[in-house]
């Protein structure tokens, strides 16, 4: 059980979305289930169903987000509930109704995108003047009430987009700091190791192949002892834009050492890690120039195999990088001594 928990808190710890939404979530919960049962009682069956249909959907949506990851759709979802729940809420209980929309604007701010959540309010808002107009006195007392209830909605939902955008660029900033490479833009080793992870976990799940190609710069001390660190620097950084280009949408490149690289192939087999091992080596020797002339690349890569863990993995590929390195550079050697890729280039 601790064991369990621990997990959970570990999950929410790292998935700030899904934490918002069953924060969010449970707070809805306990706050509007005692007044569904109120209204119930009272014999206000339509508040009370609204009050029920919105519980019920707080609740399908946090297990939904728990069970599959997904925070986004639940997180709409939600905001369509929630906002067509306290404007039937507010039209049937008038001013002691509107109550709910203040806490409605914040919720919506945190579950969808600010453009999202200014949409609902605005339409939320013009539901309720529209009603009022058309109804008038069953929602607000006065013209005045309806006024000042507008403005101070208009200010809080003002207010409110510019903290959740704030905090939403704030966050992404602090996210890509977290798993990017600050000098070249490519993903560090925290973000490789968990990738790895969830590519072990999907081969052992689903099926889907995956390889590894692990890369080292040749010669890249020699750049940085005659030209300086500066230019070496620049090395590394047209070297990650080369690669990126050269591969597929779906690879993901990483940094973990200071000329090492590793580029993660989904959805690859042999020949096709043989085929992109070819293509890279020959892009990065044609394409790739140092102050001193052209750059090239050694190569090890390898497969994942059935009950690999994921440091045998890459383990595997780095002693193949080494045995390219030891052979005289600038080639690959990917799975077996046998599987030579790209001999050396020009």
Known sequence: MPKHTSRLLKRLRNDFQLSILTLMGLFGIMGISPYAVYRLAEGNYLVSLADTTIVLSTLFAVLYAWRTGDTVKPGIYLAIIF??????????????????????????????????????????????????????????????????????????????????????????????????DPLTGARNRRAMNEELKIAVASHRRHGNSHAVLVMDLDHFKRINDTFGHQAGDQVLVAFVELIKRSSRQEDRLFRFGGEEFLLLLPNTDKPGLRAAAAHLQRQVAQDLQGPGGPVTMSVGGAILRRGEHWESWL????????????????????????????????
């Open 83 to 180: 906002s067509a729940g306290s404007t039937l809420i507010a039209i049937n209980l008038g001013v002691n109704g509107l109550f709910w929309i203040y806490p409605l604007i914040l919720f919506n701010f945190f579950m969808v995108s600010p453009g999202k959540a200014m949409l609902a309010t605005l339409m939320v808002l013009a539901a309720l003047v529209g009603h009022a107009l058309i109804v008038p006195g069953t929602v607000f007392e006065s013209s005045y009430q309806m006024v000042s209830f507008l403005v101070t909605g208009m200010m809080a939902s003002v207010l409110t987009c510019i903290f959740a955008y704030r905090t939403r660029s704030q966050r992404d900033q602090l996210q890509a700091l977290a798993i990017q």
């Open 315 to 346: 383990q595997r590929a780095d002693q193949r990088l080494y045995r390219a390195k030891s052979a005289g550079r600038n080639r690959s050697i990917l799975e077996e001594a046998a599987d030579l890729g790209q001999q050396p280039v020009g």
